[in-house]
């Protein structure tokens, strides 16, 4: 499935009422909705955007349709020009919307062949017949639809049961995200961040996590009760064979289908977990409902920004903070490799990676005091240290975490 994390780069979205900006809230749920579903066997996400930066809205779709996601989810938050407003809400393509597409993706006869596949392909090369092309994106476009209803439907019910909602069914509307003919699509709005309240609940990591596990087990829902021919989900309750490849232990095999290796050895009547390479395993079929697992080690990150200084090049940037060149010059549309002095360029890092603050403990400062300068816990600063008592000597050097 493909997450679309709303706006990004240059386009912050809604901006909250302590300049807190959406594009920050949308990438940080997506991230976290991602690592939720694909800790699941069978499902893999793709995410349109993985840093501060901008996607072209049509481009979204073809991210989504180039990696053969069955769903898009698109994340924002909502606002309004008054902070009353609160809650969530569900937007699916409306009718007039999808008819006006239609008529466009008819006129268009190579896009047909990409949305319809080989018998959109045989249209687009042997007829020019409107009215048959027409039916068959009339028809994808229906079933996109109903498909988007139902996946709106269960988030907005797992979605009440940890956030206010605004609006308690699905919305119709006419939004440039959802228009894919082939893609059932939902726009998700995790609340307002013109709300006081709601924004600083939208930017908290806790309330994130809770937002990220509702949606994955309402798209997990989903997926149970409308199968995707020749996906895991659909074969789950069946009995299949694996071919044993060098490197697999039981435990990956067990992992890859949603088994597990206690089930993996009493089909098979195995007395140990040894296998051997080439070996035809019986995988049994498992109809138990799947969970969605509230301890998924979701990668935090961080947007910073450095200044290239003398002796900088992307690769050593890079290199410093555990990124790729590409994703660089990517957040910061870059055409070439060089840089020039006093550059600032923006960095998505993942937290883990950030290179290590120090702080060197001045007269008065206590721990509390410096973990609120940086934003940590005290239990981390503790940690990091590995201090024993909460005692400080003056000039003492403590290592700052980044969480």
């Known amino acids: 499935m493909a997450i679309d994390a709303g706006h990004g780069g240059e386009d912050p979205g809604s901006i909250g009422p302590t300049k807190k900006y959406e594009k920050h809230v949308t990438l940080s749920v997506s991230k976290k909705l991602a690592a939720q579903i694909n ?40 606002a309004f020009r008054t902070p009353q407003p609160r809650g969530g809400s569900v937007f699916v393509l409306n009718t007039r919307r999808a008819n006006t597409e239609i008529a466009r993706w008819v006129e268009n006869h190579e896009q047909q ?10 249209l687009a090369k042997n007829t020019n017949d409107r009215n048959v092309s027409q039916t068959l994106l009339d028809l994808q476009f229906s079933h996109s639809q109903k498909e988007g209803y139902k996946v709106a439907t269960k988030i907005l019910k797992e979605m009440g049961k940890v956030a206010h909602l605004h609006k308690k069914e699905p919305v119709n509307a006419s939004l ?25 609940l939208l930017t908290t990591r806790s309330h994130q996590d809770k937002l990220a596990r509702a949606l994955a087990k309402a798209i997990v829902q989903y997926f149970e009760a409308n199968p995707p021919e020749g996906t895991l989900f659909a ?5 299949r064979k694996h071919t044993v ?27 140990s977990t040894s296998l051997a390479v080439g070996q035809t395993l019986v995988i ?44 660089i010059k990517r957040e ?38 410096i973990a609120s300068r940086y934003g940590v816990s005290i239990s981390s600063i503790r940690e990091a240290n ?6 400080l000597a003056v000039g003492q050097v403590l290592l700052i975490p980044h969480k």
């Open 39 to 78: 800790a699941i066997p069978g499902m893999k996400a793709v995410l349109t955007r993985s840093g501060d930066y901008f996607v072209n809205l049509n481009k979204r779709s073809n991210i989504a349709r180039k990696n053969g996601a069955h769903l898009l989810v698109s994340v924002h938050a909502d």
């Open 113 to 122: 062949s990409e949305l319809l596949g080989g018998a959109g392909e045989v």
């Open 176 to 200: 440039a995200v959802l228009k894919s003919p082939d893609i059932p699509s939902v726009l998700v709005e995790t609340g307002f961040i013109s709300n006081p309240t709601e924004e600083r």
């Open 235 to 239: 074969n789950r309750g069946q009995q």
């Open 245 to 271: 490849k060098r490197g697999e232990s039981l435990s990956v095999i067990a992992q890859k289908y949603g088994s597990s290796v206690s089930a993996i050895k009493s089909a098979n009547s195995l007395k």
């Open 284 to 327: 049994p079929g498992n109809s138990a409902p799947i969970k969605v697992s509230s301890k998924v080690n979701t990668v935090e990150t961080k947007t910073l920004t450095h200044t290239v200084v003398k002796g900088d090049y992307l690769g050593k940037v890079a290199s410093k903070y555990k990124v790729s060149v590409a994703d």
């Open 332 to 369: 910061n549309r870059l055409k070439s490799d060089v840089l020039k002095l006093g550059q600032k360029l923006k960095i998505t890092v993942s937290l883990k990676d950030l290179p290590l603050r120090k702080h060197k403990v001045q007269r008065g400062e206590y721990l509390g005091k």
């Open 386 to 391: 590995k201090l024993r008592s909460d005692s």
